[in-house]
C-alpha cells in the first residue's frame, strides 16, 4: 500500500485522456466531483484525434478513428457538445471484381429504384429485396437494443424480449453470422457487403463458432439505432476538443505528458511528468487504457496469450481529385460518397482470412475506402477545396498483428502500402499513383500505419482498435450485477478501479458509452454511500 498522505486526492482519476477518458472526466467534473486527466500524449484525444499529416497540406485527416455510428446524441446533448455528424446520402459503392466493364453495386440511400437497378446490372436481382429485407432486420435489433446503451445492462433475455423475433435472435446471437449472410443472400459480392461489418477490427471468418464476428456485426450496425455510419464535421479532432472543453469548463483538471506506470488497487496512481516521477490517488480510479495495459499497471505479471490483437493497416491519402472509375457511369462522387469495398467478396475475404492464418499477407488485399472530404470539406484549407483535392482513408482487413515484428515493421509497412495501391488500382480506370498529392519536400502524399505503428503511437495493445474482443451490450441472465459498476459493465476485480474505456462492457469504437457508463457507475456508488450514512 502506497503512502497517501501527502499527495492531492480527487474523487476521480482518469488515466488517459482519449474521448472516453474525457467523457467520463466531463460528466463527473459536471456533477461536482473534483477530477484529473493523465494523458502519457502532449495533447487529448487518442484515437479520435486530427493531424496535419502532409507537410505543406492544411489538410487535417482523422488520422486513426475516422467515422461515428456510436455517439449517443444524449452524450452529445448532456455534455453541450457542438459536435455535428453528417449523415451520408449513399451507403455503399462495390466494384465487380475483374468484370471487363467495371460494372458495381451502388447502394444509394437516396433512391430505391436506383440501387435495385444496380443490383440488377450486377446479376443479383434477387438479392435487391433481400438485402432491403436484412436491413429492417437489422433495423429492428437496433432499435432495440440502442436505448439500453446509455442504461445500466440489459440481461440477455430481456434483450431477447424487447427484439421479440426468436429466428432473428437466434441468427445474430446464438449462430455464427455466416449463416444469416449465406440464408438471406445469394450473390458472392452481396454477402460480401454484408460480412464486411463482422470483420473490421476483428480477425474473424463469418463462420467462426466463437461469434466474435457476431458481436462485431452488432456494434456495427445498431448505431443510432439505425445502423448509420456519419462523418465528424470538422473531423475527429474537433470531437475531441469538444469533450476536453467541455471537462475543463466543467472544472476537471488535464495533465497531458503525464505518463502512467503503476496504479494501486487503493487507488493511488503514479506517474511521470517532465521527467519527475508524482502520484495522485483517487476516491475511483477510471481506467480507459486498454484492460491488458490496465493489468500491467496494476503489477499484474505479462500473459502474451492474451494480449489483444489488431488485424487491419490504415492508410491516408490526399488526391490532386477523385480518381476515375472503370464505369463511367457512375460519379467517383457517389462512388466515394459512402463506403467502397474492393475486393470484398464473401469468398475473396474468406481466402485473404485463410491466407493470413497461413502467415502470409493476402494476395490481394480486402479494402474499405472512405471520403471524408465529400461530406465535410471543412477538414481542408479553402486553397485545397478551390483545387478539388480530397482525402481518401483506406482500411485493409485480415492482417494481423502476429504478422508483425519490430524487425520487420519498415518492410511490411512498405509491403502492405503496395499491397493497398494494387487492390485499389486492380478496380480503377486509372492508376492512384497518377492522381496523389505530393508534400512540400516532393513526396507522394500517403500515410500508412500498420498494428505495431499504432501500439506505438496510441499504445493500443496489438493495434486492436477495440482495445480488445468486444462482449455482448447486456449481461448473461445469471450474472452479479450487484454493484454499480458490474451494473454498468464497467467492474473490475477492484471496487475502485472502473473501465471507462473501449474495453468496458458496451465499448468499442468513437462512442463516449464507456465514459458515460464509467461515470453513471461513480455517482450511482456516491448516492448509495450518501443513502447509507
Known sequence: MSDTSRVPTFDAVVVGGGHNGL???????????????????????????????????????????????????????????????????????????????????????????ATRKSFEQIGAPADAAAFADLNDDLLRVAQALWPTVTEPLPTRSSVRARIGDDALWEALFERPIAEFIESKLSSDLVRGVVATDALIGTFSDPSDTSLRQNRCFLYHVIGGGTGDWDVPAGGMGHVTRQLADAALNAGAEILTGAEVISIDPDGTVTFIVDGEERTAVGNYVLSGVAPYVLDRLLGKPEDRSARPEGAQVKVNLLLKRLPKLRDSSIAPEAAFGGTFHINETYSQLKRAYDDAVGGEVPSLLPCEVYCHSLTDPSILGSDLISEGVHTLTVFGLHVPDRLLTAENNDAMRSHLQQAVIASLNSVLAEPIEDVLMVDADGNPCIETKTTLDIEDAIAMPGGNIFHGPLSWPFAEDDADL?????????????????????????GGGVSGIGGHNAAMAVLEAQRQTAADR
Open 23 to 113: 467523457t467520463a472526466a466531463a460528466y463527473l467534473a459536471r456533477a461536482g466531483l473534483s477530477v484529473t486527466v493523465l494523458e502519457r500524449l502532449d495533447s487529448t484525444g487518442g484515437a479520435a484525434v486530427s493531424k496535419l499529416a502532409f507537410k505543406g497540406h492544411d489538410a487535417r485527416l482523422s488520422r486513426y478513428s475516422y467515422l461515428v455510428s456510436l455517439m449517443p446524441r444524449a452524450v452529445i446533448e448532456d455534455l453541450g457538445l457542438d459536435v455535428k455528424l453528417a449523415r451520408r446520402r449513399y451507403a455503399s459503392y462495390t466494384p465487380v471484381p475483374g468484370d471487363p466493364e467495371g460494372r458495381g453495386l451502388l447502394v444509394d440511400n437516396g433512391d430505391p429504384d
Open 482 to 506: 450487484s454493484t454499480p459498476a458490474k451494473r454498468w459493465g464497467v467492474s473490475t476485480e477492484h471496487e475502485r478501479i472502473l473501465l471507462c474505456g473501449s474495453g468496458a462492457k458496451r
